[in-house]
């Protein structure tokens, strides 16, 4: 059973920093491309940041850019989602999620098949 597991959400302030971290455990599988979603209460789940695995090339929802940063390690099967500058409207369940993208960018959650649990962000004002 493939998984990925992320961490490092918690509450924090306004204008704080959360760095989230996503790694796979179970049977391994292919992958060329890592992206971060999240989820607010009634909304529906928005990529947020996306990053391929063979040469780091990443993009940005237009929301976070300048403020999120996405990296990867590839010798630990790593990706990792640095929150800066965070806002009350960052608030929400951030999901990592892996796939064989045919294009790029992946953007729609349904470009991506390996979903995490889950991690949530809040975001006090």
């Known amino acids: 059973q493939v998984q990925l597991v992320e961490s490092g959400g918690g509450l924090v302030q306004a204008g704080d920093s959360l760095r989230l971290s996503c790694a796979p455990s179970g049977r391994t599988f292919s992958s060329n491309a890592m992206g971060w979603f999240r989820q607010a209460p009634g909304k529906e789940r928005e990529f947020v940041a996306g990053v391929r695995w063979a040469d780091g090339l990443t993009y940005y929802a237009d929301s976070v850019k300048g403020r999120f940063t996405i990296s990867r390690d590839n010798a630990k099967n790593t990706v990792y989602l640095q929150m800066s500058t965070l806002k009350p409207e960052d608030t929400a369940v951030y999901y990592c999620?892996?796939?064989?993208?045919?294009?790029?960018?992946?953007?729609?959650?349904?470009?991506?098949?390996?979903w995490g649990q889950g991690t949530q962000v809040t975001v006090s004002s």
């Open positions: 999620a892996s796939g064989v993208l045919l294009r790029w960018p992946g953007i729609k959650p349904n470009e991506y098949r390996y």
